[in-house]
């Protein structure tokens, strides 16, 4: 993952320079965006850059071949092949052993599946939809954390040629930083500091800081650092005269499971529902099996192993089966609040191999 200082330099160079060349228009725009995405994509590793290009070019297939399908159900099907290529870096990586950072595939998989799912159901130009693909693989600052989303809509809103809205992106990008270089900072000393405290604590102590220290500063150092890089996409997108959707809405102050999912990686969980659990639910008729499909979806999203299996089933679980429970049993609402953060951060542990 790319530091949080080197970003935010890459942001400000890309603005800046947009600015610097004439005319401002969208073309330029999506060149600045466009090609500092290939840069990183290089720098971080050439594989990653390949896949992206092989990505690229697969989803355009997937397109030409869909405009010909004549059958409409075939047609909504067809850009779900495009969902094979997530799991293909981890096969690699097992295969060769090596470690290789795959900036932002998990990511700009999931936004060329939904340009090329909404470019076929709207019949959208050839030329409109490369434009569009390239911003879904491409747009840098969306590389490290998202969010997800539709190109097609993101390149109509850049080709109205908006005005850049610097107050708003630039406050989005400085809270970023400052969750990434503050905030995950300070938790990363305390997740240090615990890891030092269990080597002189007792047999109490240990239990305390394995199952609840750890686990808290784990997932306190993943919110810091995943909402960083989502705010300073957001900013970013806001700097370029453009939108893009955003990722957090406070989901520590969610009020059970249900309320969490529309708070955290709302981009993400948008799509899930909209792609894998409604049709799901329609081609099966049972909301319980869509829901736990949809969230076993994300998990293997994530990383193709069982921790995360488990992660998902649990989510998927909560949500089909303890929610509907707890809602049944009229449990106290600060009970539910605070057990189902309790849950989440649980889940967490066990996905991220705290435990």
């Not at 896949?51 to 297939?61: E, Q, R, T």
Request: proline letters at 5%.
């Amino acid at each position: 993952m790319i530091d949080s200082i080197s970003f935010l330099i890459v942001i400000l160079l890309a603005v800046g320079l947009s600015h610097a060349v004439f005319p401002y228009d969208s073309r330029n725009r999506l060149f600045w965006i466009v090609i500092p995405g290939l840069l990183l994509l290089f720098i971080t590793h050439p594989l990653a850059l390949a896949f992206a290009i092989a990505c690229f070019v697969f989803s355009i297939g997937i397109f030409v071949v869909g405009r010909s399908v004549k059958n409409p159900r075939i047609r909504t099907r067809l850009p779900y092949v495009i969902l094979i290529l997530l799991f293909v870096p981890d096969l690699v990586q097992l295969a060769s052993q090596a470690p290789i950072l795959w900036l932002g595939s998990a990511f700009f998989i999931i936004r060329l599946m939904m340009t090329v799912a909404q470019g076929l159901k709207q019949a959208a130009s050839i030329d409109d939809f490369v434009v569009a693909l390239l911003m879904s693989t491409l747009f840098f600052a969306a590389l490290p954390s998202g969010p997800v989303f539709n190109g097609l809509r993101t390149w109509e809103l850049l080709k109205q040629n908006n005005a850049p809205m610097y107050g708003e992106g630039c406050y989005r990008l400085f809270e970023g930083l400052v969750y990434l270089f503050a905030v995950a900072g300070f938790v990363s000393v305390a997740i240090e500091t615990v890891e030092v405290l269990i080597d002189f604590a007792g047999v109490a102590g240990v239990l305390l800081l394995r199952l609840v220290a750890e686990p808290l500063a784990g997932f306190g150092f993943l919110f810091a650092t995943f909402y960083g890089y989502s705010r300073m996409a957001e900013g970013t997108a806001l700097l370029f005269g453009f939108e893009v959707p955003q990722n957090f809405n406070k989901p520590h102050l969610a009020r059970d499971l249900g309320d969490f999912w529309k708070r955290w990686h709302r981009s993400m969980a948008d799509f899930v529902m909209q792609y894998i659990y409604l049709p799901i639910l329609v081609t099966t008729s049972r909301t319980k099996l869509a829901l736990i499909a949809a969230f076993v979806f994300m998990g293997l999203w994530h990383n193709l192993s069982l921790r995360f299996f488990v992660w998902g089933f649990g989510h998927g679980v909560g949500l089909a089966f303890i929610l509907p429970w707890a809602h049944r049993r009229a449990i106290s609402p600060t009970l539910l609040r605070v057990a189902s953060l309790i849950y989440v951060i649980m889940l967490s542990g066990i996905a991220h191999g705290v435990w």
